[in-house]
């Protein structure tokens, strides 16, 4: 009955939740959270803090090797370190298959990357770029059991798109067996053409970036992955969504019934296209679709707190400025067409968001706690192991000084990219210890974790996958139940 741990006085925030209790932790989980619990062989003093389930950071890229031959500045090991010092303990990055090859291959692949490197627990999404027969008959559907339950579908770039028919046979498959299907919204075409017609003026200057990518095609490309999703009848997530028009377009798909759910991502509630101007350092701040407005800024904002967005994400994306393989490759400065896509985050993610978002009112705290810990852990499978403090949980917990005042710089930070677009902006809120399954990871100020410490964890089949109930009348309808639910009624063979 003794506790490895125990944090003790603070105050704990879940998604639904708000209390004064202590935490007892064993054997890396949640064992206790009462008052007064006996002492731990190790004691957390929480007063005066605010204690957390662990962010779930589901969208980040680290040690994808690009197009052109670029390198990304994390791997594992950084990319999950800079994760663990901001608050974050499970990370879902990705596994990209190359055209022609096999979609295990690319799992394989990225689990040598993974290696023994990890600090913080991680799962894998797939990209899926080469939806051959063999790839939706036979390995899309068996990885899909094994634990890759969600895997993301490009509108745009040529070495990763999908046209709308591939598209379709791809959520067919993630309908049939229960996977989640991710879609980056941009149409293709619109996007070529501008590039060409911008460059042929002599317009490749990194602000043109952003006028390349405007959002009507984000717009148009999101309308378009909805109607696609309805036909298949089966839930999507619309990634990064940058401002007004394709909110519209999700707030409509609401209207209608549809299970359309959509992530946004710091870059669209702290830059604007204006960081992407001044001179060639605007390719700092090059990601797509790209940075808005202030407009769009407060749009995004109303969608976090009136409930549109299901998650926040950081989208780490750590190409280095400077350096061979950069946004400034060599020294030399590119056309904007070269200059990769994408900005560092994982680590400024949860304290923009804290701070921006739960001290000046426009979310709660447990608003917070869903959108970047809890929801993204029901969306893909890891919920009630991620993304909550209860017992029989892992102790997966961020300990906040919700008054610490930081101004952020890139020399704070624990990435390997050697600038962050937020230089300068100041905070109040930061995470002071993390623990990743009762093991402190970042405390006083120093990462701390065990070498190898992160797990692989295979994902469970999403419940917030599931299609429309078709027929709800008479409650013969069991697949909106809870997955234990549903498998207690077919055991029991007393559905309904
Ligand atoms: N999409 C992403 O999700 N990340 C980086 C670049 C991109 O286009
Ligand atoms: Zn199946
Ligand atoms: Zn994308
Ligand atoms: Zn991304």
Redesign the pocket.
């Known amino acids: 009955k003794d506790f490895d741990t125990v944090i003790r006085n603070g105050l704990i925030a879940t998604a639904a939740e708000t209390m004064y209790a202590d935490i007892g932790i064993r054997g890396g989980r949640v064992v206790a959270l009462g008052q007064e619990l006996a002492r731990g062989r190790d004691e957390i003093d929480a007063r005066g803090k605010l204690v957390m389930p662990g962010g779930v950071d589901a ?1 980040c ?1 680290f040690d994808q090797p690009m197009e052109d031959g670029l390198r990304m500045a994390d791997d594992f090991l950084t990319g999950t370190r800079s994760a663990a010092c901001g608050g974050t303990t499970t990370v879902i990055p ?1 596994a990209q298959q190359i055209k022609g090859q096999s979609l295990r291959a690319a799992v394989e692949d990225y689990h040598r990357r993974a290696g023994r490197k990890a600090s913080v627990d991680y799962a894998f999404h797939m990209i899926v770029t080469d939806p051959t027969p063999e790839v939706l008959r036979e390995e899309l559907p068996a990885l899909i059991a094994e634990g890759y339950s969600s895997f ?1 579908i ?1 509108m ?2 040529d070495d990763m798109k999908l046209d709308d028919r591939q598209i379709l046979r791809t959520l067919a498959v993630a309908r049939r067996h229960g996977a989640l299907a991710m879609i ?1 919204a ?1 149409n293709a075409d619109c996007i070529a053409w501008l590039t060409e017609t911008l460059e042929e003026a002599g317009h490749t200057a990194p602000a043109y970036h952003a006028t390349s990518r405007p959002m009507a095609i984000e717009r148009e490309a999101t309308h378009r992955a909805i109607t696609l999703s309805e036909l298949v009848d089966v839930p999507i997530l619309i ?2 969504v940058s401002g007004r028009e394709a909110i519209d377009q999700i707030r409509w798909a609401h209207g209608r019934g549809l299970r359309i759910y959509a992530e946004t991502c710091p870059q669209y509630l702290f830059l604007t296209a204006d960081n992407l101007g001044g001179g060639y350092e605007g390719a700092k701040c090059v ?3 790209p940075p808005r407005d202030r407009a769009n800024q407060r749009v995004v904002w109303e969608g976090l707190s009136d409930g549109l967005f299901t998650l926040v994400s950081s ?1 780490h ?1 750590p190409f280095r400025f400077d350096g061979p393989e950069g946004k400034k490759p060599g020294g030399k400065e590119v056309g904007f067409r070269h200059i ?3 900005i560092p985050g994982v680590e400024t993610r949860l304290p923009l968001l804290f701070s921006e978002g739960v001290r000046t009112g426009r979310i709660s705290l447990n608003q917070f706690v869903s959108l970047t810990s809890t929801n993204p852990a029901r969306l893909y499978g890891l919920h009630p192991r991620k993304g909550t403090i209860a017992i029989g949980s892992d102790a997966d917990i961020a300990i906040w000084d919700p008054d610490k005042e930081v101004t952020i710089e890139n020399g704070m930070l624990h990435h390997e990219v050697d600038y962050t677009p937020y230089e300068g902006m100041q905070v109040t809120g930061w995470p002071v210890t993390t623990l990743v399954r009762g093991e402190r990871v970042w405390d006083g100020g120093q990462f701390c974790a065990p070498a190898g410490h992160g797990e692989f964890l295979p994902c469970g089949k999403p419940e917030m996958a599931r299609p429309r109930p078709q027929d709800t009348a008479g409650g013969h309808y069991v697949g909106n139940l809870p997955d234990a639910l549903a498998k207690l009624s077919k055991a029991g063979g007393h559905a309904a």
């Open positions: 969208h890229h990705f993301k490009y745009t770039y980056h941009e990634v990064h990601c797509s679709p989208d994306a990769p896509n994408g």
